[in-house]
């Protein structure tokens, strides 16, 4: 199976807790860490490619924001490495990752929003988390002009 839908979400919640911390938005292109490592408040470093890093992805596990419903979420479903991810009219390239990942939609408009994970079109439409299987291969699309923003975090 290449997706599970987990439980309801409160996404009107989350957005409130991402627009709080807007301001440091984005430090990375489409990316703001929600965790990161001890010691380390740059809310950038994580984001991106895992080649070149100097810790492990479980490495980030240390809450960055004082988002207590997000952070609330991230515990509950044991994520590290957890992301507030945007996307504009674009395509991620074809790949796979070294782990499964919760998605959790905040803003995501339906049909035009999807992932293909190896043949299979699936759509994760805001109000639920969602767990992926993206160790197989994948990619996300976004065909329309509206910014999609979607908590994603590795889980094991």
């Not at 984005?26 to 929600?34: E, W």
């Amino acid at each position: 199976m290449s997706y599970i839908k987990l439980d309801p979400v409160d996404h009107h919640k989350l957005a409130q807790e991402v627009g709080l911390i807007a301001n440091q938005w984005p430090p990375a292109p489409g990316q703001l860490m929600v965790q990161g490592i001890e010691g380390q408040g740059d809310p950038s470093y994580g984001t991106g490619r895992v080649a070149g890093f100097e810790h492990n992805e479980d490495d980030f596990v240390y809450p960055m924001h004082d988002t207590p419903y997000l952070n609330s979420l991230v515990e509950k479903y044991g994520m590290y490495r957890t992301r507030i991810m945007t996307m504009s009219k674009s395509c991620y390239s074809w790949h796979r990752d070294e782990t499964a990942r919760i998605h959790i939609p905040i803003y995501s408009l339906q049909p035009y929003n999807f992932m293909v994970i190896e043949d299979e079109v699936i759509r994760l439409p805001v109000g639920n988390a969602y767990w992926t299987d993206t160790t197989m291969m994948h990619t996300y699309v976004n065909t329309i002009d509206h910014v999609r923003t979607h908590i994603v975090g590795c889980v094991k």
